[in-house]
């Protein structure tokens, strides 16, 4: 029953462009023990039905600008390729201290975007009052 509800709320995530694989990765090596190469290579069979439905609503809604999404993918497909070499080679415990070292980064990246847009949101804000 938990892989169903890791694989729904990830997939809701993928839809949504935000990344999905990376909350099934946490979730399948924290959370049911799995081996992170193990874990990441599950992601990528599980990324591939999700962009596929995620691509085809997209096309629909005219939302992929396909000057920009055909380079992205090409470079994208080459990085993955030398991506999953370089995995294969590197010791599960360096590979998980560099995921959580990608967390981490996302994380403060996240909150450094929040904080930013918040102070210019309250900016904005009191601006509207003194009017």
């Known amino acids: 029953m938990f892989e169903i509800l890791v694989g729904f709320i990830s997939g809701i995530v993928s839809g949504t ?3 999905g694989g990376t909350i099934l990765i ?3 090596s924290m959370f049911m023990g799995i081996e992170q190469h193990v874990a990441q290579a599950t992601n990528l069979v599980f990324f591939v039905p999700t ?3 995620a ?3 997209n096309i629909k809604q005219k939302m992929i600008d396909f000057k920009i999404a055909i380079p992205i993918m090409i470079s994208g497909i080459l990085g993955a390729v030398i991506g999953a070499m370089v995995s294969s080679k590197t010791d599960v415990s360096h590979l998980r201290k560099y995921f959580g070292i990608f967390l981490a980064i996302i994380a403060i990246s996240e909150i450094y975007s929040l904080t930013k847009q918040y102070i210019f ?3 904005s804000h009191n601006k ?3 009017k």
Do not use: E, F
């Open 17 to 19: 462009g935000m990344g």
């Open 26 to 28: 946490l979730c399948l």
């Open 51 to 53: 962009s596929i439905a």
């Open 55 to 57: 691509i085809i609503v």
């Open 121 to 123: 949101d309250k900016k």
């Open 128 to 130: 509207n009052i003194k």
